[in-house]
Structure formats: C-alpha cells, structure tokens
C-alpha cells in the first residue's frame, strides 16, 4: 500500500489515498492467515499521507515556483503598474526634446559666442599689431634722432677741430715769417760782411 501511494504521489503530485474496502482481509506475514485489524490500515494510510506530504515538500518545487511566479507578475505588473515603461517613455522624450530644442539652442549660442570671442580676438590682435608697429617706428625714430644728434655732434667736433687747425697753422706761419726775417736779416748782414772783407 505505501508503494502504491508513492507511485500515485510521484505521477500526480499528489498522494493517493488507499481506502481498503470493508470486505478486503489484510493478511500478516507470518500471521497465519488472521485477518488485519482495520485501525492497522488507518495507520497505514495515514502513514501514506505522510510520505505524499514528506515527497511534495522536498521534490515537488511547482507550487513554490507557481508562487514566486505569482509574485513576480503582482510585483511588475500589479504594484509597479509599469513604472518602468512610463520611466523609459520619459527618458526618450526629454533626449527627443533636447535633440530637437536643447541641442540647436546651445549650439547657436555656442556659434554667437564664439563668433563674438573671435571677434574680440581679432581686434585684440588688431590693437598688438599696432602697438608694436608704433613702438617699432618710435623705435626707428629715436635711433634715427640718436643717429642725427651723434652726426651733428662729431660735424661739430669737426668744425672745431678745423678751427683748431686754422689758429695752429697761423701760429706756424707766423713764427716761419719770423724766422724767415730773421734768416733774411742774418744773410744780409753776412752779405755785407762779405762785400767789405773782399773790399
């Protein structure tokens, strides 16, 4: 009998209950051929039960997964109520708003600054360049003044050398005139002397 409940336990998932009829003799092995008691086959039942119950709860894991099934579709469908969905629908129309608003909004204010900070670039650049040539050309006229005070100052060092050169060579002809009258005066004498000594 526990056999057979096993069997029935194991094909239908659950445990078939023997009710032995009234007029079925349960013989004892070794009995002698007497008859079984009936409160012998409550036992046995009983114990059949307890098998069917023992196998459903260690092998027969449909319920528990029916359950955890159960509280997965109550979970995502039921609590939630597509929480998810109305999350990614929300997503993609502020991406799909910012590709079509955000997104040409920034770069038109991108493009305007950038053309304005260019611009200022430029007449910064502008304003260096003319700086610099300006400093170049005050650069090229002090040289230039430096250049025309040193000519005009060595013109006038020369001018005074001249000078300088003129009173020197009148002070040396005027001292060769002097020796020149004082070499006529000593050759006349000598010429006179001459003539009286041949006289």
């Known amino acids: 009998i526990a056999s057979a409940g096993c069997k029935g336990a194991m094909s239908g998932g659950s445990p078939v209950s ?22 012998g ?18 092998l027969d894991h449909r ?10 579709v109550k979970e995502f469908e039921e ?29 038109q204010v991108m493009h305007d600054s950038l053309q ?14 003319s700086l610099l040539q300006q400093r170049a050309q005050e650069g090229n ?5 430096k250049r025309r005070a040193g000519e005009k100052e060595r013109a006038a060092q020369w001018e005074e050398f001249l000078k300088e050169q003129h009173s020197l060579k009148a002070v040396v002809d005027e001292e060769h ?3 020149m009258e004082r070499l006529k005066e000593q050759y006349a004498l000598m010429e ?8």
């Open 79 to 107: 609590k939630r109520g597509f929480r998810e969905v109305r999350v990614l629908e929300s997503l993609k129309s502020t991406v799909l708003e910012a590709n079509a608003q955000t997104l040409p909004k920034c770069e």
């Open 18 to 39: 023997a009710s032995p009829s009234k007029s079925e003799d349960f013989s004892v092995p070794g009995g002698g051929g007497k008859k079984r008691d009936p409160s």
């Open 177 to 179: 005139a002097k020796a």
């Open 141 to 145: 006229q002090l040289q230039g003044e």
């Open 63 to 72: 319920p528990v997964i029916q359950g955890e099934i159960r509280y997965f």
């Open 192 to 199: 006179k002397d001459l003539t009286k000594h041949t006289l």
């Open 116 to 129: 304005e900070a260019l611009s200022r670039l430029q007449a910064g650049q502008e304003m260096v360049s």
């Open 41 to 58: 086959a409550a036992a046995a039942h009983l114990i059949v039960k307890d098998v069917g119950e023992i196998y459903s709860r260690l």
